[in-house]
């Protein structure tokens, strides 16, 4: 059993033909996949548009996986329908998995980290939503592209959740349990199983890295496509 979980895709009104390609060859390799939160992006496109997009060429092998669904910060459950069924099975906002004598707690992780999250609130509305989204994609893309894609953790409101994610693992304020939870949200990817947390980074800017559990080994892969 070969499983994927990966997170903050992005999708949106553009499309990229490269990403769509490698997107669809690593969900053919899959047999079970697992979307931990931001497949698609509220202020980049709406649900509607989304499944009218060419992006719906990957909803037939996400079908046919079986694929488990988890709410993200930019696909929330009340953004969606049941139309959710055309490349998903189940849809909750966590999922637990046994790998070998491992426990996994795997969510998208906003929930945990609300920084940045707080921030953008102050200015919450759908213009500044959907710029803002737009100017940081630029900014972080430009940054990949000149530095490597270690820049994104140091990117402002990516170091901030970091940060606070960190604090509140120092406090015992979250992760206390013997699972180990795979988290996405923060953008980069993170293996400290020995903190008990693994974050599995995302699909963007010509970067990629996921979870990929294989033989009950779990490994946390970064390719480029």
């Known amino acids: 059993m070969k499983t994927l979980i990966i997170s903050d895709i992005h999708l949106g009104k553009r499309i990229c033909q490269r990403k769509l ?26 649900f509607d548009d989304f499944l009218h997009s060419a992006w719906s060429e990957l ?15 930019h696909d929330p459950a009340e953004l969606m329908d049941k139309r959710t069924a055309l490349f998903s099975r189940k849809k909750s906002n966590s999922y637990f998995l046994t ?13 945990l980290v609300q920084g940045f999250e707080r921030v953008s609130a102050f200015f919450s509305s759908q213009f ?14 430009l940054g ?26 120092r406090k ?10 795979i988290l996405g949200h923060l953008h980069i990817d993170l293996d400290c199983r ?9 699909v963007n800017h010509g970067h990629a890295s996921f979870v990929w559990i294989e033989d009950d080994q ?3 892969v970064s390719a480029r496509y």
């Open 172 to 181: 015992k304020s979250v992760l206390q349990d013997e699972r180990i939870h």
């Open 59 to 73: 909803f037939p092998v996400l079908y046919r996986k079986e694929t488990i669904y988890l709410y993200g910060n």
């Open 99 to 111: 790998v070998g004598k491992t426990e996994l707690q795997i969510e998208h992780g906003h929930r």
């Open 128 to 141: 500044l939503d959907r710029n803002g989204t737009h100017l940081i994609n630029m900014m972080e893309g």
């Open 194 to 202: 020995h903190r008990k947390y693994i974050v599995t980074g995302g």
């Open 21 to 46: 390609r490698y997107l669809h060859a690593l969900f053919n390799s899959a047999d079970q996949i697992i979307l931990n939160g931001d497949f698609w992006d509220k202020a980049l496109i709406s």
């Open 144 to 169: 990949v592209r000149a530095l490597g894609v270690g820049f994104k953790k140091f990117f402002p409101h990516r170091w901030l959740d970091y940060c606070q994610l960190k604090r509140k693992i």
């Open 218 to 220: 779990i490994s946390l």
